[in-house]
């Protein structure tokens, strides 16, 4: 295989900065074919903006190109459905945004449509593929912290000027935007491990998605994850798995980490500096993730051993409990 053949679904912010991302890659081993968006003009200024060959104005023209390897999509939350049954069902592979569906049974439908056209399928969970993470994973493997009893993982960022973010029907919330981080950092930590309880207490916005909570999550052998998110106000936006044996601090960013302090030692993992002006602080951290997709491609995997099917169903569960605790439903519950 030569270079991975992407097309990128949608000319939107996160997709400017998957682009800058990617240009961090050896080219030779990453190269972007196409882009699609509802409006061609967008794609095409994209297309000019980023040198890819060829911009369409529609996503079907995109899940028609046989160039094209793999497609990342990143339309606004509740397109991501129709969005990725549309590319899977052509046979392409799908990297696509987080979180994958509006809520667990979206999820199901793509992982069965996935395994039933033989393609590769990933959720975009650009965290899990930090060399940070890579490095937390492995500490926990070693046991060097001993026993994990309790991760406390706080996210906010001041959102409700954003309609993205407060519109029911623009997939709003935080805990969707950025509370699943949240919930990702205790399956990971917990190795997949399906909580024994959810507890979920928040406040809700005006127009009915929730803009702050905090969910307690119980495991077995009296284990406990404790986070808190919010679209209110800044948060020290930090994590700390706490151990038997010692403590594991990631003092901020901990969507994008970039240094860790283990048992009182500082390590540092720089990121690289982006070409173009990025819409999202470290959003060069997304090469991870698509070095990952590549790789995943090489082996012929159809999905990931570090975000798995199972690790994006087990996530859209308990933001399904949580929502519910909290009130906050969408139109696609009740589909």
């Known amino acids: 295989m030569g270079a991975t053949r992407w097309g990128i679904c949608s000319a939107g912010k996160i997709s400017h900065d998957f682009l800058v991302a990617l240009k961090t890659l050896p080219p030779e081993e990453h190269k972007v074919v196409a882009i699609a968006s509802r409006d061609l003009s967008r794609a095409q200024e994209y ?23 793999v497609v990342y999509v990143g339309v606004i939350h509740p397109c991501h459905l129709p969005a990725t049954l549309l590319f899977i069902q052509a046979g392409k592979n799908v990297l696509c ?84 981080y949240c919930v990702q950092w205790a399956c990971m930590v917990f190795n997949g491990e399906k909580p024994q309880s959810i507890v979920a207490s928040g406040f809700l916005h005006e127009t009915g998605v929730d803009k702050m909570a905090s969910i307690i999550l119980n495991y077995s052998g009296q284990r406990q994850a404790v986070l808190t998110y919010s679209m ?66 090489l082996q012929g995997l159809k999905e990931s051993p570090v ?13 399904d409990e949580a929502r519910r605790q909290l009130g906050v439903s969408y139109s696609q519950d009740r589909a």
């Open 47 to 69: 297309a000019k903006n980023h040198t890819i060959p060829k911009a369409y104005g529609s996503y079907e023209e995109l899940a028609q190109d046989p160039d094209v390897d």
């Open 307 to 319: 975000m798995s099917h199972a690790d994006s169903e087990l996530v859209h569960f308990i933001l």
């Open 97 to 180: 945004e987080k979180p994958l569906g509006m809520n667990a049974a979206e999820v199901k439908a793509m992982v069965q449509a996935a395994r039933e056209n033989n393609v590769f399928f990933m959720e975009a969970f650009w965290t899990r593929f930090f060399p940070a993470l890579e490095k937390i994973r492995s500490l926990l493997r070693q046991r060097t912290v001993g026993n994990v009893v309790v991760l406390h993982a706080e996210f906010g960022v001041p959102l409700l000027s954003v309609p993205r973010c407060v519109e029911k029907e623009l997939g709003g919330g935080a805990l969707l935007d950025i509370g699943i």
């Open 232 to 297: 209110m106000n800044q948060l020290p936006n930090r994590a700390t798995i706490s151990g038997t044996e010692g403590i594991i601090e990631i003092p901020s960013c901990l969507w994008c980490p970039q240094e860790l302090v283990i048992n009182g030692q500082k390590e540092e993992f720089p990121l690289p500096s982006p070409s173009q002006k990025l819409n999202f602080a470290g959003s060069t951290g997304l090469r991870y993730e698509a070095e990952h997709v590549r790789q995943c491609l």
